[in-house]
């Protein structure tokens, strides 16, 4: 084995481990987008809300959980003030999941390009120095 075919047998290695890595990658980002899309058209069920402990799905169940995590004794409080909390409650989960699937989306975005572009160029050269190889 020359030095010539050895310089070409480490880059034609290097070209498609290049072009795996990025396959791997489109396809854990693509999942990743998938994923954070569904959370921004339903954000109050929005997968890995383990940080909230009451249901916000409803006013009624939200009623519920706080009565139910009141101490023995404890008198509940009134239906405006549940409800005034129920509310706030229900606009920082929207905006927090809004703010993490659109990171999400942007950062997968970004790397399905990279990815893709990454794939392409390595692609090509790989197609273009093998042709060259023939010869």
Request: one cysteine or more; aromatic letters at 8%.
């Amino acid at each position: 084995m020359t030095k010539l075919d050895k310089h070409n047998r480490i880059a034609s290695i290097y070209g498609y481990l290049v072009c795996v890595v990025a396959v791997i990658t489109f396809l854990i980002c693509l999942g990743n987008l998938v994923a954070a899309t569904f959370d921004l058209t339903d954000p109050l069920h929005a997968s890995g809300n383990f940080e909230q402990q009451r249901s916000l799905s409803s006013l009624e169940n939200y009623r519920m959980d706080v009565i139910g995590s009141l101490p023995d004794g404890q008198p509940a409080p009134e239906a405006e003030s549940i409800r005034a909390m129920y509310e706030a409650a229900r606009n920082s989960q929207i905006q927090s999941v809004r703010l993490r699937s659109m990171r999400i989306i942007t950062v997968s975005g970004l790397l399905i390009l990279v990815s893709v572009v990454l794939f392409g160029g390595h692609w090509i050269w790989l197609r273009r120095s093998g042709s060259r190889g023939d010869s």
